[in-house]
């Protein structure tokens, strides 16, 4: 009887690799949290309004939805009041593997992940109001108020599975990410807009450290609490907004 031959399993060394990369924005971006109004709503509806009921509440409060997109910390001795989710860039960078030849989506969603559930954004915030497509059949228009930050920065920590990845495919892949993708709202990924595009810069860019220098915790929560107009049409709205609440109810909108 033919003895059987023992298969030896060598099983490869699994290690992580880590890079720390400096971000700068290249493109403005829109912040797209979502308020704590809608979620109220989501966890328990009001149900339809009535003609009478839509004639005494307001559609739209600008400043509240322009402080309710905002992603922020509660810790007020951090460098930051915005933070961004850090699944964002990992995401960025799988989509950003579609159009990489050798590179799968898939695979760099197992093997590869950003440090920590959210990432400090420097940069100081605007009112941004623009016109909107709903998602229904019709695709009705409608004016949607959002925080943007015209120049923007941060810092993140990518961690990803060796040997199945090197190093320089990461920063070739997050590279890729902030010319193709981007992040938040209107971005390049969607095809329409351009928003939420970056580059990755060294430590010691003068324009990273100018953002970071000036667009702080502080200077963030005094953007929040009386912001600047983005640009005329948001100013316009905004005034004529201010204005038509005064009309009908005597009062401006509330700060």
């Known amino acids: 009887m033919a003895k059987q031959r023992k298969t030896e399993v060598n099983i490869l060394e699994i290690t992580q690799g880590k890079i720390t990369f400096f971000i700068r924005g ?3 971006l829109i912040l797209n949290s979502m308020s704590q109004k809608a979620m109220h709503e989501l966890l328990m509806p009001k ?11 307001l559609k739209h409060n600008p400043l509240e939805e ?17 933070v961004f989710p850090s699944s ?8 950003a593997a579609l159009d990489i030849p050798g590179a799968k989506k898939a ?10 559930d959210t990432v400090e954004v420097y ?5 941004f ?7 229904d059949m019709n695709h009705t228009p409608d004016v949607r108020t959002r925080a943007i930050l015209p120049e923007w920065a941060c810092r993140i920590t990518v961690q990803f599975v060796k040997p199945a990845i090197n190093e320089q495919s990461i920063c070739n892949l997050l590279a890729a990410a ?7 709202d209107f971005r390049q990924e969607k095809g329409a807009g351009n928003y939420g595009q970056f580059q990755l810069v060294s430590d010691n860019d003068k324009d990273y450290a100018r953002i970071v220098k000036t667009g702080g915790l502080k200077a963030q929560d005094a953007a929040l609490e009386d912001p600047e107009m983005y640009d005329i049409e948001t100013e316009q709205l905004y005034t004529w907004f201010n204005a038509e609440m005064m009309r009908r109810t005597g009062k401006r909108e509330a700060a």
């Open 26 to 28: 290249q493109t403005p």
């Open 47 to 57: 149900g339809r309004k009535t003609a009478a009921d839509k004639a005494q509440s």
């Open 66 to 82: 322009y402080r309710g997109s905002v992603y922020r910390t509660r810790q007020n001795d951090a460098p930051t009041r915005l």
């Open 88 to 95: 964002a860039f990992k995401k960025s960078m799988g989509t």
């Open 107 to 116: 695979q760099i969603g197992r093997l590869v992940w950003v440090v920590g």
């Open 123 to 127: 940069g100081v915030p605007q009112l």
């Open 129 to 135: 109001m623009s016109v909107v497509r709903s998602a």
């Open 178 to 184: 902030g010319v193709t993708v981007g992040i938040g």
